[in-house]
């Protein structure tokens, strides 16, 4: 199996402040992706990230207000922008290592007050 | 577009009873990749098991097996012989193709709340 780890694990954020979540991985993977997770909610994609190119944005979902880094191929930050309380969640990183397994991170749980 | 649909908001079992847990899926893609994931009230997501649209056989891995009736477009994960920490949400997803430019992204359902009780 392989292992992801993000940080920060939980944070609490002031509401208008920016929060910069990174996933590393103990491979090297073509794409990763970032996934949010409401309260209650299930989960849903923001973007995938590939190493030396733009991240692709899942519709309702900009640039602006999560930009991503993917520096190289273990090594992926996303930035919550401007944060309100409507992006209190769960954000994960996910990736596949091998075969059919797709595998996650942690999670990093976002307070916005 | 790909859907994958959990009616089952809550599931209560015995503890070393099995219990089955739906998932239902609509896709026109011949090819694709059907996963159940666990995720306990830590946050994580904990992969369980993965099926192949084109595997002949419904995949197992320990006490976790998926029923795989693709005429029906279904894919239940059984559990068997429940134990207390089985209790956590349960999310069934499925893989975009990767012939059509798709990707290992995944589309999920709104999960199932199983609680296993002594």
């Known amino acids: 199996s392989a292992v992801i780890s993000q940080k920060p694990s939980r944070d609490i954020c002031q509401r208008g402040t920016s929060l910069t979540i990174q996933c590393q991985v103990d491979?090297?993977?073509?794409?990763m992706f970032w996934y949010r997770q409401q309260p209650g909610q299930s989960l849903t994609l923001i973007a995938t990230?590939?190493?030396?190119?733009?991240?692709?944005?899942e519709s309702g979902f900009v640039i602006d207000k999560f930009p991503i880094s993917r520096p190289n191929l273990t090594f992926s930050t996303l930035t919550v922008s401007n944060m309100s309380p409507e992006d209190s969640s769960i954000y994960l990183c996910?990736?596949?290592?091998?075969?059919?397994?797709?595998?996650f991170g942690e999670g990093s749980w976002l307070t916005v007050v | 577009a790909q859907k994958i649909t959990q009616t089952q908001p809550g599931m209560f079992v015995q503890e070393k009873e099995a219990v089955t847990l739906d998932c239902t899926y609509d896709?026109?893609?011949?090819?694709?990749?059907l996963f159940w994931y666990k995720q306990p009230s830590s946050g994580e997501m904990i992969f369980l098991i993965y099926?192949?649209?084109?595997?002949?056989q419904n995949a197992t891995e320990g006490r976790y097996s998926l029923n795989f009736q693709k005429a029906r477009k279904s894919a239940n994960l059984v559990i068997s012989a429940s134990q207390l920490g089985d209790s956590a949400m349960y999310f069934c997803?499925?893989?975009?193709?990767?012939?059509?430019?798709?990707?290992?992204?995944?589309?999920f359902g709104k999960g199932t709340k199983l609680t296993v009780n002594p």
């Open positions: 996910s990736v596949r290592i091998s075969g059919n397994t797709i595998y």
């Open positions: 491979s090297q993977v073509t794409m």
């Open positions: 990230a590939n190493q030396g190119s733009e991240a692709t944005y």
């Open positions: 896709t026109s893609d011949p090819s694709y990749g």
């Open positions: 099926q192949g649209s084109y595997d002949q």
């Open positions: 997803a499925m893989r975009s193709p990767l012939s059509q430019g798709g990707s290992e992204k995944l589309v």
